[in-house]
């Protein structure tokens, strides 16, 4: 790829495929085009949250993960009064809090729950509470526990 855009300068090349960080991504830019950053930002949306400070000098501070998380659930909130169901929106966000604590658990509340009939914005809270440290209390064998899962 990289000989092709110095044989043919006039075309634009864009890799896709293969790119697993920003860094990476940031280190083709200068032999090409443009980078997409497609299973890597599916896996794990919030590594969007460099591309203004790194690549267009932004000193404003990103949103939080919560904070996106919080700018979403109006938008599904808007959904699922058009009918929607919620998991056809939260298998988008399961990669959200990728690497930090307690995001197996969200994920797992999100898989376990997102599906059912009339699931709503209680299953969106419930897996906030979690990521936020909230916890995740399930009843197992006529007890509550809490759930605590290694990241």
Do not use: W
């Not at 200068?30 to 599916?42: E, F, K, N």
């Not at 938008?75 to 169901?85: C, D, H, M, P, S």
């Not at 995001?103 to 906030?128: K, M, W, Y």
């Amino acid at each position: 790829v990289f000989r092709l855009k110095q044989r043919r300068p006039d075309l634009e090349i864009v890799l896709n495929g293969g790119i697993e960080s920003f860094a990476n991504a940031e280190k083709q830019l200068p032999q090409v085009d443009g980078v997409m950053l497609g299973r890597a930002a599916y896996a794990d949306p919030y590594l969007l949250a460099e591309v203004d400070p790194v690549l267009f000098g932004s000193r404003a501070t990103p949103p939080s993960r919560l904070d996106v998380f919080d700018l979403f659930t109006p938008y599904v909130e808007r959904q699922l009064a058009g009918g929607a169901r919620l998991n056809q929106m939260t298998r988008h966000i399961l990669g959200l809090f990728h690497g930090q604590p307690r995001a197996r658990t969200f994920r797992r509340h999100l898989a376990e729950n997102a599906h059912l009939d009339g699931a709503g914005l209680e299953v969106l809270e419930a897996a906030r509470r979690i990521v936020a440290g909230g916890g995740n209390r399930s009843r197992r064998g006529g007890r509550i526990s809490l759930s605590l899962q290694p990241v």
